[in-house]
């Protein structure tokens, strides 16, 4: 089983910046992902952004250029760093890990209110 625990979520004025981390613990090993997915009000949830094991990311085209993920491998932790925030990232954030051997797991979510 694997946990993963999030948090830095909150209210920020657009234009401000938030960052989120997310740490996973228990049964983690072999080739897997970490990331960040959002759901916002009414819409299907959307990839954010995602990182390998071995640092390759994939980014979501309507945070490119704003946000950045990082990852410290030997804490099991990626950070979501979110820049120039608008009103449209107003979502639900979840984290997400998904390996081979490992799983597919989800944390449970942290709220990202982007308004003035």
């Known amino acids: 089983q694997v946990q993963l625990v999030e948090s830095g979520g909150g209210l920020v004025q657009p234009g401000g910046s938030l960052r989120l981390s997310c740490a996973a613990s228990?049964?983690?090993?072999?080739?897997?992902?970490m990331g960040w997915y959002r759901r916002a009000p009414g819409k299907q949830r959307e990839l954010a952004v995602v990182?390998?094991?071995?640092?390759?990311?994939t980014y979501g085209d309507s945070v490119k250029g704003r946000f950045t993920i990082s990852r410290d491998s030997a804490k099991n932790t990626v950070y979501l760093q979110m820049n120039s925030l608008k009103p449209e990232d107003t979502a639900v954030y979840y984290c997400n890990l998904e390996g081979v051997f490992v799983g597919n797991y989800w944390g449970q979510g942290t709220q990202v209110t982007v308004s003035s």
């Open positions: 228990g049964s983690i090993f072999g080739i897997y992902t």
């Open positions: 990182i390998t094991s071995g640092g390759r990311t």
